[in-house]
C-alpha cells in the first residue's frame, strides 16, 4: 500500500511529495526545496523512516517545483525524470525568476534523455507503478502521475482544489488544458485523490462540479 507525505516548500508554496510503500522503496516527486532547514526536513523525514529513494520525478520545470533537484540528485544518487517540453524553463531559469522579481544564483541539471518522460510511460518502485499522462497547457510538458490502483494522482499545477494552473504563460494554452482535463482526469474513478502541485488535496469527484 502507497503511503504519501506532503510537504510545503518555498515562498510560494509548492507541495512537494514523499510517497513509498511496504518495500520501503520511495519517490520525490517536486522537490520545492528552496531554503536550507527545508532540504533538512525532507533528508531528515526519509532517513527517519527508513526510506530508500528510487526516484526523481517533476511534474513540470516551472522553477518553483524544481528548486530541490539537485539536493535530491546529488543526496541519493539520482536524475530527475520529467517532460522534456519544459527545457526552455531550466535553460532559462534565472531570466524568468527575475521577472518576478527573485534572484536565484542556484543550478538545475537538464533532463537527460533516457529520462524523458511521455503519455504511456510508467515508472516503479518496490511495489508500486505510476502511470504518466501528459497535460499540456499550464506548460508544454506537464504531467501527472496516476496509482491506478490506489486511486489517485499527483497532478502538479494542471488542477487544483475547485481550480487548475494558469494559462496566461507564453507557452500556456488553456483550450489544450481544459481538454485535457476533461478526458484525462474526470473520466477517472469519482472517489480518485487529487495530490495537486499547490493547496490542500482533492477528489475527481468534487472537481466534476467546476467543469
Known amino acids: 500500500m502507497m503511503q504519501v507525505k506532503c510537504f510545503e516548500f518555498n515562498f510560494l508554496p509548492v507541495n512537494t511529495y514523499v510517497i513509498w510503500d511496504e518495500t520501503k522503496e520511495a519517490a520525490v516527486i517536486d522537490p520545492g526545496c528552496f531554503y536550507p532547514g527545508e532540504t533538512e526536513q525532507l533528508a531528515a523525514f526519509i532517513r527517519d523512516n527508513g526510506l530508500t529513494v528510487k526516484l526523481l520525478l517533476n511534474t513540470h520545470l516551472h522553477f518553483d517545483h524544481v528548486f530541490g533537484n539537485l539536493f535530491v540528485e546529488e543526496t541519493y544518487g539520482l536524475k530527475a525524470r520529467a517532460n522534456d517540453l519544459d527545457m ?32 504511456g510511460d510508467t515508472v516503479s518502485f518496490g511495489n508500486t507503478t505510476l502511470h504518466v499522462l501528459h497535460i499540456p497547457g499550464h506548460s508544454p510538458g506537464s504531467i501527472v502521475f496516476w496509482n491506478r490502483e490506489q486511486k489517485c494522482v499527483f497532478t502538479g499545477d494542471v488542477i487544483f482544489q475547485g481550480s487548475y494552473g494558469r494559462t496566461d504563460f507564453p507557452d500556456g494554452n488553456h483550450e489544450a488544458l481544459m481538454t485535457g482535463i476533461r478526458t484525462k482526469l474526470l473520466t477517472m474513478p469519482d472517489e480518485t485523490i487529487v495530490y495537486p502541485g499547490h493547496g490542500p488535496a482533492t477528489s475527481i469527484r468534487h472537481e466534476k ?3
Open 88 to 119: 526552455a524553463w531550466i535553460r532559462t531559469m534565472g531570466a524568468r525568476m527575475a521577472v518576478f522579481g527573485i534572484n536565484y544564483e542556484g543550478h538545475v541539471n537538464p533532463i537527460e534523455p533516457q529520462n524523458v518522460l511521455n503519455e
Open 209 to 211: 462540479a467546476y467543469y
